[in-house]
């Protein structure tokens, strides 16, 4: 089997528009790090604080962004070497992906219709009028909601659940445990409780999202929550209902983003931050982990902390904070000093 | 299909117990924002800040606390317009909810006693001893374990799981992924390591709670953790074992409720808060996103802040946080001023 | 059935290697708190804050560490009475754990390799190549993928899924719906958006592992996102790729750990803790809850706070934050004085 994926140095330059430095027939049957690797593996080398480690390893090739005289094993050289990682990584990944059809123990709903090339395992249930694209692929235990949409080649993974009326563009992948299309947190108060506030609208997921595991992305009010284009999200990342997530924004672990907020597209957000609800952050903006943003962010923003502010203020105040207690001395000193100026003064007077 | 969903004003002003302004026999078919609304949609007015909306929506209908003179199609005038869209909302949701019996790719334990009119989807497993009320609804994926009791009118998600000996009351909606019943986190440190304590208490969800998606809500130690009538938790929340959390308490997103805390009624909580454990908060106290309350908060206390202090005081220690550089600035001017003073006084003397 | 689960003081003792004060033959059916015991009851006193309980119980029987001579019931003496109590309520816990062999409704791949005496529940989903241990148990809906390792008497609770080429050790507990191996977080950006870095490594498991609810752990980039021997998660908690993390730590709930970071063994993380990428936690380190740590932490170091300082500096800081406020009345009022103090010196000149 491991023959099955051994690839020329050659084959790869090509894949990733590369030149070898070395022999072009020299055959890898692996990826590693630099420390992992053994004289069969091809490695890379694309970030500076690892050059230590081009001494001591022991791989049998390198991805390099320029010619390394000093290593002595076979290299390819391309201008992004971490884009032709990343590449050459898919090489070698286990799971094959051809299509096994749909499995008898899965449970598909006769009014819905499901394309060419799916792989849908057991345990898999799809409900009335869904529509599940070609080479979609849905592990065991994935839940597809009535009239729920699917697009090509999409993946869902073990025991994620996308309820009624949600749509999911192409080629998606949502990671195990994540649901898609829970009704919104939202009641009004009367006399004796909570009354519900009925989540009538859906999700709408775009093509090239990929969401981690076990996310929890609310069905709107009324309307939809809008996960757009080529957005990535880490895992357990709660995004509420009406939410809009632009293009390409990317959300690290454990993020919350309350109901209405408008992300916009480019941005990132880095983990445990929580978004108040009915704001607008604007493209590219940046948000520092753990940060707690109750205003709007403008465009390009670049903010953290709690209550966020822009993140040079911040790194300010964080320093300072871990001096308040020199701060507090540096006040009492004075008061102080002042105090027997004010005597010194008085008994002159 | 659009026509079966059509209700006219008239029968949308009994339900909400309203009157029509203009033609009771107008017939919408469907609810929308102001935004968002076409002719053949009812929309709402509740909120103040959206006024201006109210001049460009194209909705064929408005629920409104008062007659607007300014607004050229039907009203149904009701004194509480948020409640009344609620109620309307319901009427134009796509789950119809008519009981579909138990499907033969359900595995039901032969001691389990199953009530009337239930919906039992294939791929959930009820096990032995386990009761459940009529008209519950149980999505595919759910694990209903040993002993396990759900009452009537309850509504489980996909993927979910109610471990066993939990009871679950009347009318309570767990959404998908939501985990009742794991083992709390506890245990004793001997020589070589972690004693876990087993967990052979339970969990007691009572009436009308709605728990959000992928929360986890622990079993006790001994005896139970509690969630009483009217609870409303959203998404990604943990109760840790023996919590109690009183009647019509809300918890917002992403919160943490450390074991052995007892939660009043009435309780408001943020979102991404963390309680320490064996702490009690008072009736109606309410704490605000990202707290860390770290010692028990008395009844009507409203909180914020790490640690928790009072919310005016936090709004203020929030606004000198922020201001911390400038602080520094005047407490190195007064230095300064200080040494000056100093320095002239000495040269005097 | 109750009488099934009656023990007698004896037997507990010599479980617990302790001794009786007052009748060996006494037999109890359960354990419970001091508060909730019954006559029928054995319940422990470990903690000096309850004495005041000790009045008050009504348990026909105390696991103690030293005897009671104001106890009337009868007493089993041991030196660890925390253990005992754990050892103790063990015996009393529902769940028999008999093996009950492979249900016929779970998916069993037929290149897997399935131990003795294991329980696989229906709605189990077993890939290829996977190869389970002697009695592990596998609740319904569990997902095992292809080549993943399951050590013996392990147990998976419902809606865990284990994505394929992980292991996981023996005697480990995986509770419901975590996620174990999906692809970690990463992504190389091109002109038109985010390049995914495929995750070809994998997640190991060591024995005696115990990881919450609803946790998700990640797949490694490379290599393997390594959990040690005996730690134990609390629930939701995120371990990103690539993280290792040593013997015997404890991650309390909802606290997460961003890619590459190390932790030593013996470390305790308290809640909602977020620890930046590529850090190193020495061994027995103590983490505060709600801490950020951007920078590594020494072994023994014990920090909390944003940005995590040492703990004893941080409870200074906390006490001085919540009193900013007031240090900003004193500057004021030094301001003041100084001006004035400014004035006279001037006017005098």
């Not at 390819?76 to 992906?97: E, K």
């Not at 009641?187 to 609208?201: A, C, L, R």
């Not at 109901?259 to 916009?264: F, R």
Request: overall charge neutral; proline content about 3%.
């Amino acid at each position: 089997v491991e023959e099955e994926l051994a690839h020329t140095l050659g084959e790869i330059a090509g894949l990733v528009g590369g030149r070898v430095v070395g022999d072009p027939g020299f055959e890898v049957n692996g990826i590693s790090s630099l420390d992992e690797a053994t004289r069969a593996d091809i490695s890379f080398f694309i970030d500076r604080r690892y050059s230590g480690r081009l001494k001591s390893t022991r791989a049998g090739a390198l991805i390099v962004g320029s010619e390394l005289p000093s290593f002595q094993g076979h290299q390819v050289v391309v201008a992004r070497p971490d884009l032709a990682y990343a590449r050459t990584a898919a090489l070698f990944a286990p799971c094959s992906g051809e299509a096994r059809g749909i499995h008898p123990d899965a449970f598909i709903h006769d009014t819905s219709r499901i394309g060419e090339n799916v792989t849908i395992h057991p345990g898999v249930y799809v409900g009335e009028d869904a529509v599940i694209g070609d080479g979609v692929v849905l592990f065991p235990g994935v839940f597809v909601g009535a009239r729920v949409r699917i697009g090509r080649g999409t993946v869902i993974h073990p025991n994620a659940s996308v309820l009624h009326d949600c749509t999911v563009g192409r080629e998606v992948i949502l990671h195990a445990g994540t649901v898609v299309g829970a009704d919104g947190f939202g009641f009004f108060q009367d006399g004796s409780g909570s009354v519900k506030i009925p989540h009538i609208g859906s999700v709408r997921i775009d093509d090239r999202v990929e969401i981690g595991a076990n996310c929890t992305i609310d069905r709107a009010a009324l309307g939809t929550t809008w996960i757009k284009e080529g957005v990535k999200t880490d895992n357990l990342v709660q995004i509420a209902h009406n939410v809009v997530v632009g293009e390409k924004t990317l959300i690290v672990a454990q993020t919350g983003i309350s109901g209405s907020t408008s992300i916009g597209r480019g941005v990132v957000i880095g983990g445990q931050v929580g978004i108040g609800d009915h704001l607008t952050v604007g493209d590219r903006a940046m948000i520092g982990s753990q940060s707690g943003v109750a205003k709007s962010v403008e465009a390009g923003g670049v903010v953290s902390g709690t209550p966020a502010v822009s993140h040079r203020l911040w790194l300010k105040i964080s320093r300072l904070l871990i001096r308040l207690p020199v701060l507090n001395s540096r006040v009492r000193s004075l008061e102080r000093k002042v105090e027997e100026l004010e005597r010194r003064l008085e008994g002159r007077m």
